[in-house]
Every structure is written in C-alpha cells, then in structure tokens.
C-alpha cells in the first residue's frame, strides 16, 4: 500500500467494517481533490457542503457527495473533462476507480458524476482484514458523487486553504459565512417531502457551536435563485429566525436522528436532540 495512503488511514482507527468504509471514501475523496486540483479545476470552482467542512475544518460528520460551485455561471461546464484526471490520480496511489459523468437534467444547473469503486476490492487494498471484508459482496460498489453547480448565485467569497495528505495542495472553498449560508438553505429549501435529512440538522449544531456567522446576503440570493424569497425588501435575520424555528416546528426528530446515525461515530449527541433543543440554540445564529 502507498505509504501516503497508510499515514491517512492511521488517523481513523478503525475497528469495524463502517469504520474501513467510511475511512476509504474519505481517502477517496482527498485523492480526488489532489486530482482536481493538479487539472487546474480550482481556479474555475470552489468547494463548498459537508466535505468541505471534514476535509478543511474538522467536520466529525462523515460525508458521501463532493459538491462544488463555479465561480461565475458556465452553462456549458461539464465534469468529463476531468475525468481522466482524476482515475490517474486515484489509480497513483494503488486504488482502482472508475469515472462516469452524468450531466444535467433538463432545467436544472447542476453537473454531476460519479467515482466508482469495487468495495471489497479496495477493502483488501487497505488490508482491512478477512474477518471484515468477508461479509462484503463481491460486486458491491463505493459510489463518490460530484456535483457542480453551473449557475451559482452571487454574494459569496473564496479562500484557498491547504490540505497536508496525501501531499500538499491547495483547494478554493467557500468562507464559513458562505458556507453556513449554504447550509441554512439546503435546510429550509430543500425539497423532500415526507423525507428528513438529520445531516442538515447535525451540521446546524455543529455551525451554532463553532462558527455561528451566516452570511445573510448569500442566503438571500439563494432563496431568490430558488424562488423561497419573493419579498422586495432584503431577507432580515428576524425573516430567517421566523423560517427556522417554523421548520423546527415540522421537524419529524426521531427520523433526523435516525438519518444522522450512520454518518457520525459518537452517537451520544444525538440523543439531545428534540424540538425544543433545536428552538434554544437557533438564537444563537450571528448575521454578516
């Protein structure tokens, strides 16, 4: 095994299955940074969502999707010209993938792909062991989704930030107000229906308790570009409070904390959560 590779698996101590699965999409995920950023990619998108915050700021939330954002709106971006950058970068460093870009659906600006895994091929890659990898299928696959989006609302700011393993590089994020913006959007805009998705919820907490400053003017051209705010007046931070704790409201918690379960490893927080603990923290969000 690449002794990159081994140094980066060292900081998980694994012990279960979950565990290996979760360290390898992770890994994955670095590598694919490393691969987009020798392809030039980030001086044309940042990175922004969950795995930003694991990769960059130390999210103990494990994340599955890759979700980047162009710096200015290019209908006729497409992730394939990527692609075989980064199978030779992946494949470097001893792992086998396999890259599919899925393009957009009609009307929408979001450009998508996938790195593609054999599970229990790359388990036995970062020797995980018999007793692990035994109960794995054989064609079970490891699935790394990346989105773009094309056309990006305005009002966010970037940074470059360093990233030590598997070498030194570089990676263009949103700033954390952006970041939270994001988030808080994906939080009340998103479209479920009956579904909850507790990653929101936990990444919530974890803004209000580390970097609690949203920038409010991103989130405002978010809910514009998505049709959630209509009002003339600008979005004030009472407007977002009152949005908020009304999704409080409707939150369905056992099915959030449920959802959330399989992402972290210290399940303990979770059992805090009720509507009540949602409502207490929410004032502690900061405007910019």
């Not at 980030?42 to 694991?54: I, K, P």
């Not at 450009?111 to 062991?129: C, D, H, P, R, W």
Request: with cysteine; glycine share 6%; aromatic share 10%.
């Amino acid at each position: 095994m690449n002794d990159a590779v081994v140094q980066m698996l060292e900081r998980y101590a694994c012990r279960t299955r979950d565990d290996y699965i979760n360290a390898l999409r992770d890994i994955l995920q670095q590598l694919a940074l490393l691969g987009l950023w020798r392809a030039k990619f980030f001086e044309h998108a940042a990175f922004y969502g969950g795995t930003a915050l694991r990769v960059l700021h130390g999210f103990d939330r494990f994340s599955e999707d890759l979700d980047f954002s162009l710096l200015k709106p290019a209908p006729e971006f497409s992730l394939g010209a990527y692609g075989a950058a980064l199978r030779r970068e992946v494949s470097s460093f001893g792992f086998e993938v396999s890259f599919e870009a899925r393009g957009r659906n009609p009307g929408s600006a979001i450009e998508s792909a996938f790195l593609k895994a054999n599970t229990l091929q790359q388990l036995i890659i970062v020797k995980a062991g018999a007793e692990l990898t035994r109960h794995i299928h054989a064609d079970e696959t490891l699935k790394i989704k990346l989105e773009v989006d094309t056309d990006p609302p305005g009002g966010f700011e970037t940074e470059s930030r360093i990233v030590l393993l598997p070498v030194p590089f570089a990676v263009r994020v949103y700033s954390l107000p952006d970041l939270f913006a994001g988030k808080m959007h994906a939080l009340l805009c998103r479209k479920w229906k009956t579904r909850v998705k507790g990653r929101d919820w936990y990444d919530l907490i974890w803004y209000l308790g580390r970097h609690p400053l949203l920038r409010l003017s991103h989130l405002e051209a978010r809910m514009r570009q998505s049709g959630d705010w209509t009002e003339a007046a600008p979005l004030s931070r009472i407007d977002l409070l009152g949005r908020l704790r009304a999704a409080i409201g409707r939150l369905k918690v056992g099915q959030a904390r449920q959802e959330a379960d399989r992402f972290v490893r210290d399940k303990s927080p979770l059992e805090l959560w009720s509507r009540e603990f949602f409502l207490e923290i929410a004032d502690k969000i900061e405007t910019v």
